[in-house]
């Protein structure tokens, strides 16, 4: 927990800290720690060499913000009752001044993703392949960071706690994207290697009692982009076409192509500047009289 005064830049600010122990929720005493600074990405302070407070809280820690922005402030615990366990890192983020701070826009299944995460309905692979696949979309930005760990260590408890909390709304965004920056560190997710291909899929649902359809919808992006149909089938109808949509409607959608047939596997090219992240349903649209046949919504596929 931190509190501190007005900040004015170029003065010398009191951050107040408490090391609450996740279960109790109490203060936790005889802490080691150390404290870093960042802005834009860049370490401007620290870290510090590695302090213990026997009380677990510390009272007089002072930091001179030099100017206005967004700071990102980071504690690293590398000891708890004398004993020293694998750095973990909680971080607060401080703004300074009139800054304007743009949303995070993180696609609900992506927090959809990460409660399943946290409560082991998927694996630790299926969860950092769909954050992989949005960091190299540019969907989320996410500071660099230098691999100074080693992946083999795993996936701390805390990152999967943050997740769950996450998804669950009792964290901001950014809380969340610190603990994704934390296992680009450890080498766990990579945001320099492209990966070859990614695969997002979903199962076609009824429209309503009378408009019925079936099969997987899977979107394959690679070189090309491809949307294919397998054991698929939709009611005769119409004017029928392919659409990739925002959601369920066609108020925001791209225009794929006439449906080619209405029982059978199927396949079709996608222009590889849809962002299927923001399109993620694929959709049976009558547009003769504008009414939906069948809707799949895509998520993800672990390699």
Avoid at 5 to 28: A, M
């Amino acid at each position: 927990m931190l509190t501190y005064d007005e900040i004015t830049p170029g003065t010398l600010t009191t951050l107040r800290t408490d090391f609450i122990n996740p279960q109790s929720q109490q203060i936790q005493e005889h802490i080691d720690w150390s404290f870093s600074v960042t802005k834009d990405g860049e370490i401007i302070w620290g870290p510090t060499q590695l302090s213990h407070t026997s009380e677990g809280s510390l009272k007089n820690l002072k930091y001179e913000f030099p100017e206005d922005g967004l700071y990102t402030l980071e504690f690293g615990v590398e000891g708890i009752l004398f004993m020293p366990i694998l750095k973990e890192i909680v971080s607060f983020d401080v703004t300074v001044g009139d800054v304007v701070i743009q949303e995070s826009a993180i696609p609900d299944w992506i927090k959809n993703n990460a409660g399943w995460w946290a409560d082991g309905t998927i694996t630790d692979s299926d969860f950092t392949t769909g954050i992989q696949y949005l960091i190299q979309q540019e969907i989320l930005s996410v500071p660099k960071s230098e691999v100074t760990g080693n992946q083999d260590e795993g996936i701390p408890d805390w990152i999967k706690n943050n997740a769950g909390w996450w998804a669950q709304g009792l964290i901001s965004d950014d809380d969340f994207l610190n603990g994704i920056q934390y296992l680009i560190g450890i080498g766990l997710i990579s945001v320099e290697e492209q990966v070859q291909t990614q695969t997002l899929a979903g199962e076609f649902e009824d429209a309503d009692f009378i408009h019925k359809t079936s099969g997987t919808a899977t979107v394959t992006i690679g070189e090309k982009t491809t949307l294919d149909f397998a054991d698929f089938e939709t009611l005769n109808g119409p004017d029928l076409f392919v659409y990739l949509s925002a959601d369920k409607s066609n108020r925001d959608f791209v225009e794929i192509g006439t449906l080619d047939k209405f029982k059978g596997d199927q396949t079709y090219d996608v222009p590889n500047s849809v962002d299927i992240v923001k399109y993620h349903n694929v959709l049976i649209w009558c547009k003769a009289f504008g009414v939906l046949f069948g809707s799949a919504e895509l998520s993800v596929v672990g390699n």
